[in-house]
């Protein structure tokens, strides 16, 4: 074997001994690769659907709110644009008003009060001024709409005492209905003091919260109104033990003339209506566990009042009422007992008379078996001319 021959062989052997090593090395990189790769995780099995939770009760084709996103350190209101763009429905939470650090009284201008001015027929109507209106002075009625008011509360066939109040403060164009409940007469101090706070708060314009800055002032104002209250009836249960499980709803409006506006805070089920144009409609939407989804015997139960926790969410309703409608503020006493919407429509419709209108309807449900408290506030919106027909009627 020659030398040329032998050093080929060991060339060729050389390059085998490079190639293997190269492939040696490329395996132990995949294998070494393949093990520090995460190893993915198995998918869990889908869940089972969940039963359907039970469909609540309908409660009139009254606007439901929906959640919004809240914003970054502070709960923003839940708004909901109704079908009807006249109506708008907001909920307002207690986590969105925070103790003020002074709660002095604002002085409000005498023109902003209700007064009066003499026609030339010499009699006397009201006139209206706005605090939001570029100018101080009053305005003439012939340039804004006029509310006249009437209200009744009875205890009905069964029940030995009246746990409902109600409240007007016309000065303020104000309307309260509270049905209250709880032993010991938990029931009647808690409405009765929640009428009284709201409207010593608009009297004195003395408001303990600073106002929501997601709403116009006077919805803002009507949302603390109803917070004080809640407060008041929760302190007094804590400080009286026999009226620890009292506690009420609460239904108010307040109405503003200037402004085309109305503004309607409610909690529980206490309900507003309103008759336009003879449509008769529920405005608001009852705080019952139904009403979330539950049903059997807790679907009545209220998911909301005043006085049973610190702080309460108040849903607003902003309002467009226009000439004409009629608004119904009333207690479950009346729904319950009248159920059939058409029937409560007709009675506004006949009578124009809104005395004669809140008797009918108070004693129908009392005919009707008259089982609960019934109260019945009735709001007209009229212009000038109705107005004085409805003095002269």
Sequence with gaps: MSLVTVLLIVAAGIVVLVLALVVGLVALQLIWRSRSRPTPATPPAPAPAPAPAPAPAPAAAAPAPAAAAP???????MVEEDDDDDVTVITVS?????PTKTAEPVRVDPFEAFSRERTNEGETVPIVTDPEAESDGPTLVSKVFLVSAAGQSDTGRRRSENQDRYAVLEDHHLYVV????GGYQGGEIAAQLACDTIMEAFREQRFDFELPDDVSRRAGELAVAIQMANRAIHERAAAVPELNSMGTTVVCARFAPRNDRLYIGHVGDSRCY?????????LTTDHTMGNLGF?????????RALGVDPGVKVDLLLCRPRIDDVYVFCSDGLTKMVKDDAVIARVLTEEQDLEKAVQRLVRMANNAGGKDNVTVV???VRDVAGFRSALQV
């Design 178 to 181: 509270a049905d209250g409940m």
């Design 274 to 282: 309103r008759l336009r144009h003879g449509e008769f409609r529920q």
């Design 378 to 380: 009735l709001v007209a």
């Design 94 to 98: 207690v986590d969105g008003l925070f």
């Design 71 to 77: 914003a970054a350190g502070r709960k923003r209101p």
């Design 295 to 303: 049903g059997g015997n807790v679907a009545h139960q209220l998911s």
